[in-house]
């Protein structure tokens, strides 16, 4: 009796997976053209006929995601694979299943792309990832799209790439959102630093380019005096804090773009004694932010909902995957939240409704 072939068949002999080929025979989703001719045409060669139905369970079983994730600090990106984590488990019954690879700072680009690089390799079927170094990535994600693998990020862009979408806070927005609050507690004046974590996560340039444009049009009289990277080291954004309130004594406040470095940042305040002088505004919360925030160190943070991120992240690529369906927006953004010393507790919240 003749083999039957099947879509693995076809997926084995173009080394590709079962994902893409399902796209390129359904016309379904994004795919490149020289992949989808190959594909119809080495179906074509086998004399390949749909079975329906096992077209059907196949699509239903083993779709497999690759989620490339930091893990520093853990409060904040645990949370974020905490939500790709219930969103799996509510995909168990349709094939899904995430693999689940970690770098360690969020900065950490050179080790990402070698993960990237390695899950390619393996035929996955989608990848989730928070971008380290966008402008490095870029070419990685492009190649990945061009096999068929879509590839979807999430808490920071890579802009100008090939990728599904991307799932996040509105960067310039809440940079924005800290600059009028910032002003608000400054009552219109005073001296300001930017604390930055990294200059090539495009997320953070937005928060501070939205920071400093709120400022210069609604709060001219608050004086910036610099924007300062302390590179995701805490120690360095402890160090910066120091010497800032050392050579700028009238110092009134500080932004910090990431939630690395907000606990040290506010523990050189206490350690200068300038809490309740020094007002700090940064993102995201755990016992510590939340203990500075009742010494009158931190009056503010941003939070983006890192467990709404991963939950609608994984849910929004294995629906493309399974059945083609492209996301509503370029650009899915989670809502933000403002914390502050009455209530600054986020749990159980979810900010975006999917």
Not at 210 to 229: A, H, N, R, S
Not at 237 to 250: E, N, V
Request: aromatic residues 8%; hydrophobic residues 35%.
């Amino acid at each position: 009796m003749k083999k039957r072939h099947t879509s693995q068949d076809i997926a084995d002999l173009l080394g590709i997976s079962r994902g893409t080929v399902y796209r390129a025979l359904n016309n379904k989703g994004r795919i490149n053209e020289e992949t989808k001719k190959k594909v119809l045409s080495t179906a074509e060669e086998l004399g390949y006929r749909p079975n329906r139905l096992a077209r059907t369970l196949v699509m239903q079983k083993d779709i497999r995601i690759a989620a490339i994730l930091p893990t520093i600090p853990e409060y904040f990106f645990g949370k974020i694979e905490d939500g790709v984590k219930e969103a799996e488990k509510g995909l168990k019954d349709y094939g899904v299943s995430v693999a689940y690879y970690h770098t360690g700072a969020v900065n950490d680009a050179l080790v990402q792309i070698e993960i990237f690089e390695k899950v390619k390799k393996e035929k996955c079927d989608g990848i989730l990832i928070v971008p380290a170094n966008p402008a490095l990535l870029k070419p990685h994600v492009d190649a990945a799209v061009a096999m068929g693998i879509p590839v979807l990020a999430l808490n920071n862009d890579v802009p100008g790439s090939k990728r599904l979408c991307f799932v996040g806070e509105n960067s310039t927005q809440s940079g924005r959102v800290a600059a009028e609050l910032m002003g608000k507690f400054l009552e219109k004046q005073g001296k300001v630093a930017i604390l930055s974590g990294f200059s090539q996560a495009s997320g953070l340039r937005d928060r501070a380019d939205g920071f400093m444009d709120v400022m210069k049009q609604d709060y001219p009289q608050i004086d910036l005096i610099g924007t300062y990277e302390y590179s995701e080291d805490t120690q360095e954004a402890y160090q910066i804090t120091k010497r800032l309130i050392k050579d700028y004594p009238d110092l009134t406040g500080i932004f910090l773009t990431t939630t690395t470095g907000l606990e040290s940042s506010g523990k050189a305040i206490l350690d200068s004694g300038k809490q309740g002088i020094v007002k700090v505004i940064g993102f995201d919360i755990n016992d510590k932010i939340e203990e500075l925030m009742q010494q009158d160190v931190i009056y503010a943070t941003i939070y983006q909902d890192p467990r709404a991120q991963g939950l609608y992240s994984l849910r929004i690529l294995s629906r493309y995957i399974s059945d083609g369906k492209n996301p509503a927006e370029e650009h899915m953004y989670t809502r933000l939240g403002v914390l502050l010393k009455e209530k600054p507790d986020m749990d159980g919240y979810l900010l975006y409704k999917y």
